[in-house]
């Protein structure tokens, strides 16, 4: 007793610390039962859900009537997306060899007159057709390739006017018409036709970044007239190094004053200001290596019969 007397201050601390850890254990034992029921209900609720979803649906007349109504929900969500998606493209209009052909040299034409040397163009410039410049395709890939040929047209015309200024290189693949490989990934219905065909063309340009962000945002925007898909993408700085620091020229030191009686003597002449900053901004450009795929989707199949 003399010990509490003497440490009053100790001894109601240690009170305190007995009663507040008295209260936390009712609090954790409380929670802890709490939890332990919250997760025994989870459980049971969860088994009864997993029941019910796999049980047989009933064979009756109303159910029936409500899973071929989902159905046919179903089916024409999917329709209508697939629609939307095949108007997003240029068509396909039925085109002769020798059509294709004077379609092609009237595109060059339009191209190169348009861009006026801005950008500047491959001196071999022919939309990446090269092949077909002396002789037409064969009869099966004019109208393919009429299709491919306004697709890579509307490309040019973007880069024209996001101000690109060179495209140094321009390659495509050929078409399965023109003797090249379907792309294994292309999915087929039923009756064979694919659902999503598509062929990719290589583009190799030089711009300042801006230029080629309002590229990018073109080629994807949902106005384009044709889906595009920009697969890769590689970006290559034209300097390597930043430029150098220059440091500002001092100013030139004052000429002493003439003393009386003493000739004038000329000031020497003050040399050129330096530059007011040392580094210079967004003068540098980029070498853009871009593959684009253009993708057609098939159209709808007509709703299967019920």
Known sequence: MNWIKENKFLTGFFAVMLLGLGGLGYFLFSAMGNYDDATARYNTLATELG????????PSQKNLAALGAQKDEAVKTIAAFQS???????????????QFQDKLKATKTTVVEKASGSPKL????????????????????????????????????????????????????????EGGKARSGDKADKKGKALVNSHSVDLVLQCQQ????????TLISPKAP??????TILVKNQN??????????AP??????????SPLTPAPPAPAPGPIAGYIVGEEQVEVTLQIEIVDFAEPTSTPAK
């Not at 044709?226 to 697969?231: A, E, G, N, P």
């Open 51 to 58: 029941r019910l979803q796999n049980l047989p649906v009933s």
């Open 84 to 98: 939307s998606l095949a108007a997003k493209a240029f068509p396909h209009e039925p085109m002769e060899p020798t």
């Open 122 to 177: 491959p001196d071999k410039f022919f939309l990446g057709f090269d092949v077909y410049e002396t002789r037409p395709p064969e009869r099966d890939a004019a109208t393919p390739l009429g299709h491919e040929l306004k697709a890579i047209e509307w490309l040019f015309m973007q880069l024209i006017e996001s101000k690109v200024t060179e495209v140094k290189s321009i390659k495509r693949d050929p078409l399965p018409e």
């Open 210 to 217: 801006s230029a080629l962000a309002t590229f990018l945002n």
């Open 226 to 231: 044709q889906f595009y898909i920009v697969r």
């Open 240 to 249: 390597d190094k930043g430029p150098p620091k220059v440091v500002n020229a």
């Open 252 to 261: 030139p030191s004052p000429s002493p004053s003439p003393t009386p009686n």
